[in-house]
């Protein structure tokens, strides 16, 4: 495989210390792919979107084979902030309206909302316990005071596009709502979406696709995969798979050469995660802060945070151009000074845990659920701009619905997933765009 950052960041390193991992206990799944391999529909990545398909495809009553690298939702679905929300896109819907035209628009503002409410019934039909909690949605607080005007305007766009009143909210409501801290001048109230331990959502989802006859095999990379005739033949260290079908699944943790379609069509991103240990009521108050909002601010760089059930509280943000050790530590140590400036009644508050993954970009900043290339009978899914939780998820059963025949994806996600400028040196353009909106989230 050829990936285009440093091999620490695809290993255990990065999530040694994840307080997600310190939550459940792992079932046995069906080990490493050990000899040949036969399946209707193979699918590469046990992530949501793979495992979404999977279970979907099982259902359908195919015969489904999952390989996954390391283990089961390794990558950003085992890791994320457990944000279940609209998104997946970073185009505005204003550059959406322009290159897609306002029907497609609509269907995508349609699409986000069905995302979430698939993740809703998978939690109930599959009756997976996540932790689940703050379902009133999610705030998004203004980091600036010029930024409260921005989301006046914001608040316009959602309620025609969505249908639903948000709340816009001054400072002094945010204090009330007990969302008190120096470092915001207003925020706006979605009232849509959850969040959960996005772990246990995860393993919830593997364990109900095994139940419907899905085989998972962990710790099974795929080497290289070619097409025999009217076949797919995926390579694995001590064995291989076989299947007509294929879907790829694999977003910020893909390969240049599994497919070489792949090559130079995803960026991969740092973000960074740290996680208290349980505060005291006597704490929380001092802070001001104790709702069990999602919440993010109006950075570019954005930094996202809520407080979780056990009352720990959960602070993350995006950056970080190098994935090495020494980088993760820096990465860390400016983590925790964000975090010391924006809750400072915490700043002798232990954060033990912490964490970093890959998100995924596009080109075109949209997701991207279609074709691979010419190839017949396989498709991709990625690029969830950090949305993964209920895009990762519905990307899924878009691709287990493409596989089998019925269907179509959103115009927005179906447009052909164009190559990034740069090829193989494309990361060289992230500390250009991170020193760009460093500048920009501070004037």
């Known amino acids: 495989m050829r990936r285009i950052y440093e091999p620490h960041a695809y290993g255990r390193g990065p999530v040694e210390a994840c307080w997600w991992d310190r939550t459940v206990r792992r079932p046995e799944f069906d080990g490493p792919l050990t000899e040949e391999a036969r399946a209707d529909v193979a699918i590469v990545g046990a992530g949501y979107t793979g495992l979404s398909a999977a279970l979907h495809l099982a259902q359908a009553g195919a015969h489904v084979v999952v390989v996954e690298a390391g283990r089961i939702a390794f990558g950003a679905s085992g890791r994320n902030g457990g944000f279940c929300c609209l998104g997946g896109a970073k185009a505005s819907d204003g550059a959406i309206l322009r290159r897609f035209g306002s029907q497609a628009l609509d269907e995508w503002n349609a699409a986000q909302r069905e995302a979430i409410a698939l993740v809703q019934q998978l939690l109930q039909e599959n009756g997976i316990e996540a932790d689940v909690h703050s379902r009133d949605g999610e705030v998004m607080l203004a980091h600036r005071p010029r930024d409260l ?57 593997a364990k109900a696709a095994r139940r419907h006859g899905a085989i998972l095999h962990e710790d099974s ?34 390969s240049e050469d599994v497919p070489p379609w792949m090559a130079g069509r995803y960026l991969p991103a740092q973000s960074a995660i740290l996680v208290t240990r349980q505060l005291t009521e006597s ?62 009644a915490w700043s002798r508050v232990e954060t033990p845990f912490y964490w970093s993954g890959l998100v995924c970009l596009s080109r075109d900043l949209v997701p991207h659920v279609g074709p691979i290339g010419d190839w017949p009978s396989a498709w991709a899914g990625f690029a969830y701009h950090g949305n993964g939780v209920a895009m990762g998820t519905f990307a899924g059963r878009l691709l287990a619905d493409l596989a089998l025949g019925r269907g179509r994806s959103p115009a927005v ?12 040196w494309r990361r060289l353009v992230l500390p250009v765009a991170y020193a760009w909106y460093g500048l920009r989230d501070r004037f």
């Open 149 to 205: 005007a921005a989301l006046r305007d914001e608040q316009a766009v959602f309620e025609s596009a969505h249908g639903l009143r948000c709340e816009l909210l001054t400072p002094s409501e945010l204090a009330s709502r007990g969302m008190a801290s120096p470092a915001f001048h207003g925020g706006l109230l979605y009232p849509m979406g959850f969040a959960l331990n996005p772990l246990k959502y995860a393993l919830g989802l």
């Open 221 to 254: 990379p795929v080497l290289g995969i070619e097409r025999q005739a009217d076949t797919y033949r995926l390579r694995t260290q001590d064995g291989c798979l076989v299947a007509r079908r294929l879907i790829v699944a694999t977003n910020g943790y893909s």
């Open 283 to 344: 704490e929380l108050s001092a802070q001001g802060w104790t709702t069990d909002l999602m919440a993010y601010d109006t950075r570019n760089l954005l930094h996202y945070f809520r407080l979780m059930p056990d009352r720990r509280f959960l602070f993350g943000m995006r950056g970080g151009v190098l994935a090495g050790p020494a980088a993760q530590a820096r990465m860390r140590a400016m983590l925790r000074r964000d975090f010391e400036r924006m809750f400072p």
């Open 413 to 424: 996600m179906a447009a052909p997933a164009r190559p990034i400028p740069g090829g193989a």
